[in-house]
């Protein structure tokens, strides 16, 4: 027994040593916390001054003649400000997006490692998947049982999910993702549409609107799948070109080793616009029906307002995404090809110098 109390004394003892050097670690901790902050706040002081300076010295130019040198200024005014949007990137930021305000209050929520970022984002596109598997499990089940209470359950995921999803796109948005403002919209229209399935009574109209937006969901999950393949391609190859800072989403596109460019997702793409439009037109037809309600005819609207955004936004991002496309497999050719012209300049170095050597040997 002694012998226990004394071998439990000793450890103890043991211990307490290591908790006084763990404690001065923290006072370490806790003083580098503090000269970071203050380098942070004095970058941003000097990132102002930069700026400043240079908006003042963009005017002295405005009434000067173009020449070279003037070009030249300019050119060099827009290289200083890509670079201080750079310097940003590492540098904290509140959340100045009305839906996080809101939430979260004025809270720090930026990333300041190229490499988290890149997580979070990749986070992001899996958490999109895993919802839209759920989603279509739960889409099978509905079209094998007709029950209320599991319609109700359906949309109240959506709710949740689409909730969700805004909060991190918002978050993204702040750690510089370039997010379209109508993915914003659209997201916060699905919140508004999937509380009208929530209160849509259990009537004639729903009955028959029912298979339409089973029919709608299961195609949808389809394609999200497809966006979430191609978006994955696309950051891994951004990843290895060293170009992680990309924090743009899944917004319309498909790309990877089996098929060549984004033509092979348009198609899909826009059959999911014509299933809303069809949708648009259902739910109106349903908004004439003798025990049709309210939710019928803002549904309407608001698929109608879905087809009519994604149509027009995705024939807006083609063009961008093509060329953005174009950019990455010219890098990696670029790339490839910097990589054989200095394993050749190596060999051939490598042979000079053992020959040199041979040659040394022999004399």
Request: positive net charge; hydrophobic residues 40%; contains cysteine.
């Amino acid at each position: 027994m002694a012998n226990t109390v004394k071998e439990v004394q000793e450890e103890w003892d043991e211990l307490a040593e290591d908790y006084k050097k763990l404690d001065a670690l923290n006072e370490v901790y806790l003083k580098k916390i503090k000269e970071v902050q203050a380098l942070q706040d004095n970058c941003k002081k000097h990132i102002i001054h930069q700026r400043y300076r240079m908006q003042k010295l963009s005017q002295s130019l405005k009434d000067v003649p173009e020449d070279p040198k003037t070009k030249e200024l300019h050119e060099m005014f827009a290289e200083r400000e890509a670079s201080l949007q750079d310097i940003e990137q590492n540098l904290p930021r509140k959340s100045d997006r009305y839906m996080l305000k809101f939430i979260l209050g004025r809270i720090d929520v930026s990333f300041l490692n190229k490499e988290r970022k890149f997580q979070y984002k990749e986070d992001y596109e899996k958490f999109k998947l895993v919802c839209h598997f759920i989603a279509f499990v739960l889409c099978i089940t509905l079209s094998h049982y007709n029950y209320r209470f599991l319609d109700k359950i359906f949309a109240g995921f959506l709710a949740w999910y689409y909730c969700t999803i805004s909060i991190r796109e918002s978050i993204l948005k702040v750690n510089g993702s370039r997010i379209k403002g109508w993915w914003r919209v659209h997201h916060i229209l699905s919140i508004v549409s999937s509380g009208l399935l929530l209160t849509w009574p259990d009537n004639e109209p729903w009955e028959l609107f029912r298979v339409y937006f089973i029919r709608y969901t299961i195609y949808s999950t389809f394609t999200q799948y497809l966006q979430f393949r191609y978006q994955r391609g696309v950051l891994y190859r951004l990843k290895s070109l060293g170009e992680m800072e990309n924090m743009d989403i899944t917004v319309e596109g498909f790309h990877s080793w089996m098929w060549r460019g984004l033509t092979f997702l348009l198609p899909f793409l826009f059959i999911a616009y014509i299933f809303q439009l069809v949708n648009a037109v259902v739910l109106y037809g349903l908004s004439q029906h003798p025990q049709a309600s309210w939710e019928s005819g803002a549904l309407a609207i608001i698929f109608l307002v879905f087809f009519v955004g994604n149509t027009i936004t995705t024939l807006r991002v083609i063009p961008k995404k093509m060329k953005k496309n174009m950019y990455i497999q010219y890098k990696i050719l670029s790339n490839k090809f910097y990589e054989t012209i200095s394993d050749s300049v190596r060999k051939e170095s490598s042979k000079d110098s053992t020959k040199k050597e041979s040659e040394v040997k022999q004399t």
